[in-house]
DNA sequence: GCGATTTTGTTGAGCATTCAACTATCTGCC
DNA sequence: GGCAGATAGTTGAATGCTCAACAAAATCGC
């Protein structure tokens, strides 16, 4: 009956559990780190950068959702929180009446300048420094290829 | 102010973000597809696994959670939701009266044997099929080192 | 043995995410 | 111009996770 199931070999299932294990280790450990230290979870300091590196600091919510991966929905409920502690604030988008934009607030330019020293000492710590030169540029180029095959090119929902 | 802060260079935040970009859509989209075909998250589909694999099939709640990369209340919770569905039961450790042992129940087995097909499948089509061999081993390796180097040896909590 | 500490597992509150349903607006087409 | 369908964003309910607090039982140190 599993005859049209292509199962994994030994080496696979190694390879899939490493990289299941690895990859949720580092993001809870990041996420935590980053809870700890700047009271936000790695998904809304992930909003706060790339809200601070887009002209006028401020984006589209479509276009939010897109670059932080995730859905419309997520986005939405992410930014009411966001704009209750006073770290981005919503305004009409002036081409579109149906759209919002995002705007990062001077505060929140501010939490995020605060969080991002330990942050990214965190991902030096816990990512870079475990891999060798090579390991990284491999890990660039199979993280590429995944993202390519997944097609991450449109909101979740 | 940053001068002890070790920033990332370029392409080192493109690994970074490719890295998150595609080990969070891969586990989202095998989450979606075990959600939608299997009825259950990722998350208790390892623990059905886990279950299946340990003699008896069952484990002391802290071992499930080791294994499973999960803390304990996480677990707890799981497996009460799990032992709803029928799919796990629970029975006092004889050794340790603190102790219980989750068990994978056959009606959890069933569920497991059904869901796991196309489950596997789906980790080849987003996951294998997009990698060369040699990318398969260099990934098994980089998650390894990045296991060892994260310390993943006890409950994350 | 016995008190201090550790370990085991659960619980409840709060938060984040998902999913489906919904409104409002825009676009394409005739 | 006007209607059909697509797109933008929000909402609420349900689900799962985190964190801190807790009870019970085991273990350690003397």
């Given at each position: 009956m599993d005859l049209m199931t292509r199962w994994l070999d030994p080496d696979e299932q190694r390879t899939w559990r490493a990289f299941l294990t690895a990859s949720r280790a580092l993001t809870e450990t990041l996420d935590r780190e980053l809870q700890r230290d700047?009271?936000?979870?790695h998904a809304y300091y992930e909003i706060l950068v790339r809200l601070s590196e887009a002209p006028g600091r401020e984006l589209r919510m479509t276009d939010l959702a897109l670059v932080t991966g995730s859905s419309r929905s997520r986005l939405s409920h992410a930014v009411a929180r966001l704009e209750t502690a006073g770290w981005v604030r919503r305004r009409d988008c002036p081409t579109d009446r149906r759209g919002q934009l995002a705007v990062l607030t001077d505060a929140g330019f501010a939490a995020l300048a605060a969080a991002a020293p330990g942050h990214v000492e965190g991902v030096r710590r816990h990512l870079f420094d475990a891999l060798s030169p090579a390991q990284v540029d491999q890990l660039r180029r199979i993280s590429e290829s995944l993202v390519d095959h997944l097609g991450v090119d449109r909101p979740l929902s």
């Amino acid at each position: 009956m599993d005859l049209m199931t292509r199962w994994l070999d030994p080496d696979e299932q190694r390879t899939w559990r490493a990289f299941l294990t690895a990859s949720r280790a580092l993001t809870e450990t990041l996420d935590r780190e980053l809870q700890r230290d700047a009271g936000m979870p790695h998904a809304y300091y992930e909003i706060l950068v790339r809200l601070s590196e887009a002209p006028g600091r401020e984006l589209r919510m479509t276009d939010l959702a897109l670059v932080t991966g995730s859905s419309r929905s997520r986005l939405s409920h992410a930014v009411a929180r966001l704009e209750t502690a006073g770290w981005v604030r919503r305004r009409d988008c002036p081409t579109d009446r149906r759209g919002q934009l995002a705007v990062l607030t001077d505060a929140g330019f501010a939490a995020l300048a605060a969080a991002a020293p330990g942050h990214v000492e965190g991902v030096r710590r816990h990512l870079f420094d475990a891999l060798s030169p090579a390991q990284v540029d491999q890990l660039r180029r199979i993280s590429e290829s995944l993202v390519d095959h997944l097609g991450v090119d449109r909101p979740l929902s």
